[in-house]
């Protein structure tokens, strides 16, 4: 069965005519799947009772159903554990900040990339998420936090690669940025990726694929490095990424985020800045740096380098004239931080089922 949220705006026009009814049902359900966001095609008060009843029977609008989540008395960010039709389990983070509110959404449950300070690839890859559970994601939480808090951002930075999800992904990104669905801002809208060479020429090239943020999480300035702790630079060098993002078209106002998870002892010296901003060289305009102090997990091999370390990385970039920031996870004393979210034991969270 058919969920609605799996369409965007011209395959629900289609899907609307291949019933035999009129192009402005598309209007009607839109507005209220995405404006209204009503939980039950019986809220649909306009439509009559012979379409309900068939919407009811040969669709259906949820994907996802509220596992548990818990909320980081730090800072009021929350993370959402979905439970996915087929059982498996996703996690979503709501992310309060001053004058607007994030998301970050998952991608697929797991990841095959296999980053080695990673939890979420642990298991591998156990499959992709589909455009309706990406974009349930969004609608629940917005719901759960309420339409009054509006998430105005999202980052695809939760579980998974979202650019080996290539078409759901850029289906989600078209019913989140059309206007006539949940019209957000392309511009509050960031896709991470890995860094798969192929994928983001593709996602430039395709006139289809809503042109949002881009984020690479590269982590680390020279190939060896970055060889150990991802082994996708193997087939798609830190060179020939550079070269790649060098090149792209990207829009005036959208410059490409590096993420640099800085872990101790392996990519947090002050030559692997310096090697940082050398490898930026003359790009400048281009990049701003996400500087990512390590998240620890259980049996992670890797360790968090200490404050001063962090300070003097950032420094160091600063002197070059580079934009870069520190992000001091949110949510990090509920395990929602980045590379953090994978499947809890759910008694660790507040049950509400
Ligand atoms: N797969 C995509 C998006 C999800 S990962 C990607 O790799 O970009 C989102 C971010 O979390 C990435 O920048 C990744 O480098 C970072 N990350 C992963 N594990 C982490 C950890 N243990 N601590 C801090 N950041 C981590
Ligand atoms: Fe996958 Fe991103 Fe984690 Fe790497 S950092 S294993 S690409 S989710």
């Given at each position: 069965m058919v969920s609605l949220k799996e369409f965007n705006y011209s395959e629900l026009e289609r899907w609307v005519r291949k019933q035999g009814w009129k192009k402005f049902r598309a209007k009607q359900?839109?507005?209220?799947?995405?404006?209204?966001?009503?939980?039950?095609f019986d809220e649909m008060t306009d439509l009559s009772k012979d379409i309900r009843n068939f919407l009811n029977k040969n669709s259906k609008l949820n994907v996802l159903s509220l596992a548990?989540?818990?909320?980081?008395?730090?800072?009021?960010?929350?993370k959402f554990l979905w439970k996915l039709e087929d059982g498996h389990t996703i996690e979503s983070v709501f992310i309060p900040e001053r004058g607007h509110n994030t998301l970050c959404v998952?991608?697929?449950v797991g990841c095959a990339v296999g980053c080695k300070f990673c939890f979420t690839t642990t298991d591998g890859l156990i499959r992709n998420l589909t455009t309706a559970e990406i974009i349930d994601q969004y609608i629940q939480s917005q719901i759960f936090v309420g339409l009054d808090r509006r998430i105005s951002n999202v980052v695809y930075m939760g579980m998974g690669e979202p650019l080996a999800n290539y078409e759901n992904v850029k289906k989600s990104v078209q019913i989140l940025t059309d206007d006539r669905m949940?019209?957000?801002?392309?511009?509050?809208?960031?896709?991470?990726?890995?860094?798969?060479?192929?994928?983001?020429?593709?996602?430039?090239e395709d006139s289809t694929f809503?042109?949002?943020?881009?984020?690479?999480?590269?982590?680390?300035?020279?190939?060896?490095?970055?060889?150990?702790?991802?082994?996708?630079s193997e087939t798609n060098s830190i060179h020939d990424l550079m070269e790649t993002l060098n090149r792209l078209p990207i829009k005036t106002g959208y410059r490409i985020m590096l993420e640099y998870v800085?872990?101790?002892?392996?990519?947090?010296?002050?030559?692997?800045?310096?090697n940082l901003a050398k490898l930026i060289g003359r790009h400048k305009k281009r990049y701003k740096v996400n500087i990512i102090p390590f998240n620890p997990f259980p049996g992670s091999e890797f360790k968090r380098p200490d404050k001063d370390t962090v300070e003097k990385f950032h420094k160091i970039l600063w002197q070059y004239n580079i934009g870069a920031f520190v992000r001091w996870s949110k949510g990090a004393d509920i395990s929602a931080a980045c590379g953090q979210l994978r499947k809890k034991e759910i008694d660790r969270l507040v049950k509400i089922v």
């Open positions: 359900l839109s507005k209220w799947i995405y404006t209204k966001k009503v939980r039950s548990s989540y818990e909320k980081s008395s730090e800072d009021g960010s929350i998952s991608t697929q949940l019209g957000l801002s392309n511009r509050k809208i960031t896709i991470s990726s890995s860094g798969i060479i192929h994928q983001i020429k593709k996602m430039y809503p042109q949002v943020r881009l984020a690479i999480s590269l982590n680390a300035a020279d190939q060896g490095t970055r060889e150990k702790i991802m082994p996708i800085l872990i101790k002892g392996i990519n947090d010296r002050p030559e692997d800045a310096h």
